[in-house]
């Protein structure tokens, strides 16, 4: 189900509040959910949900000591976790995460190159805003351009007839 959540059809929410603890059941973390009408029709709208606790999940992962760790909960308690056993439990599980585990801990240590990064990011969105208007607005000038040729021819034939019309009646 998270493999769709990539196609755009499912929200992801995912929360950090103890609350929560207090209404789930701490065996289930991973919530998923969908509209459904009474009468049966199928509309295939895009509310579909995930509703993830992660403090649930962690909770569940400190538990599950002795079974194998899948891998939605090392990515949930990846994401979760500043505990360094947690850690090396999912890098000895998941030899793939050390490379994500490294790039964390060299942000940690130089935090001006995840800003540097972020604004980089921002900078590459503003930009790719800037030409998505221009180009709107290049579409809209066309629009308007062939709209006021149209016109123009329109107002030729009307001219043309015009003179028809007055060397009919001289």
């Known amino acids: 189900m998270v493999d769709e959540f990539c196609m755009g059809k499912q929200g992801l929410l995912i929360t950090y509040d103890p609350f929560f603890k207090m209404i789930f059941n701490l065996e289930d973390y991973y919530h998923y959910g969908k509209q459904e009408f009474d009468t049966g029709r199928d509309l295939n709208l895009l509310q579909e949900y995930i ?9 569940n992962f400190h538990k599950n000591t002795h079974n194998e760790i899948k891998e939605l909960d090392a990515w949930l308690c990846f994401l979760s976790s500043d505990n360094l056993e947690d850690m090396l439990r999912i890098l000895e599980a998941y030899p793939d995460f050390i490379a994500l585990y490294k790039e964390i801990m060299e942000f940690q240590a130089k935090p001006e190159e995840l800003i540097g990064m972020f604004s980089e990011a921002l900078e590459i969105m503003d930009l790719n805003t800037t030409r ?19 016109q123009a021819k329109e107002n030729e034939m009307l001219r043309a007839e015009l003179e028809k019309l007055k060397s009919k009646i001289v």
């Open 51 to 59: 509703y993830i606790p992660l403090d649930i999940s962690l909770d």
């Open 132 to 150: 998505y208007m221009i180009e709107e607005q290049a579409k809209e000038i066309e629009e308007q351009k062939e709209a006021l040729d149209k």
